[in-house]
């Protein structure tokens, strides 16, 4: 066996400890910046969590100064479909729906608003808000499509108004849009959010220009419940019949939307997410737990991790999917306040409202 033997010159036998010395010296503080950020990440996440902002209407909320289009979510028009059969469903999707069911629709008979009292309040706050109308069980393209045509419609005849009749702002220096295009702020939920990224990325906009999005509880990475609804549907050789969006909302459909759809540099992106844990009884105690076992805090429809986007706002604290919309929020606050004589902690008008604020601090 030959050995060979490594001969340091005397020189450098001074430099080892020296370096020796500097390489630990780095680790050290490589170590220290590593606890620090995640000290630092920590405590960012401590305070992204929204436990009572939201408990009260405020006095001194502002106006943004362009207007506010609201972005119904999955199964939503503007308002909310409540008791429709599975057969109704299927052939509003088919697009076999009578006159007569449309007719019941619009009666009211099968609604509950989708916006209760949240279009109402920003109103009264000095906002211009219109509530888009689009396909409640379509694909995100014709969903997005349909909210292309709603904006410009609406847009085309606010064209005509005078600038200060739109615009929450009086020292515009023209009173016309005869020449430009009206800016909006688009605030959607859920889906709606979706519909939305794909309208700014892909679509043409022409009465209007987008110069915000804020989302609130949207799938932007998808939803394992969405997963789960179609592995299960699989099992069963496809014999159930699931809406065309109840694929684009899984997973692996988001991560391919995103690579595709992409950011507009010059429109800014909001987003809030929401959380709790719902006792055996509530309407999302299943899919809850279906969603809690792979993606963690979720609201019964989107895991917090997905619904952030662009500057996150924050995780709205014991709010569920529905209680965003304000569908569920005038039982649950008699509960709380009448039975069990507790305060309200989240009233998600309050949540819209200084949505609106913020968009108006943003020079938005």
Known sequence: MIKVALRVPLHSRSVLPQFVSLRHSRAVHLSQRLRDKEKKLEIDHQEEVIVDKFGKIRDDYKAPRYPLILCHGFSGFDRLILVPSFGQIKNYVLGKTSHSFNDRLNSGLFYFDYWYGIREALEEQGSSVLTAKVPP?????????????????????????????????????????????????????????????????????????????????????GSPMADYCMDFNKKLKNVLFLPPSISQLTTAYLEKFNEKVLDDLNVQYFSYGSRFTPSWYNVFDIPWGIINKTAGDNDGMVPVASAKWGKYLGTLENVDHLDLINWTNGARRAWTTNILHQEEKFNPVALYLDIADNLAREGL
């Open 137 to 221: 069980f379509g694909t995100i393209a014709q969903r997005a499509a349909r909210l292309n045509e709603f904006i410009n419609a609406e847009m085309k005849d606010w064209r005509k108004e005078d600038k200060q009749e739109v615009y929450n702002d009086e020292t515009e220096a023209s009173d016309s849009f005869k020449h430009e295009k009206i800016k909006v702020n688009l605030v959607a939920h859920s889906m709606g959010g979706l519909d939305c990224r794909y309208l700014i990325s892909k679509l043409k906009h022409g009465n209007y220009e987008v110069v915000s999005l804020t989302t609130v509880s949207t799938p932007h990475r």
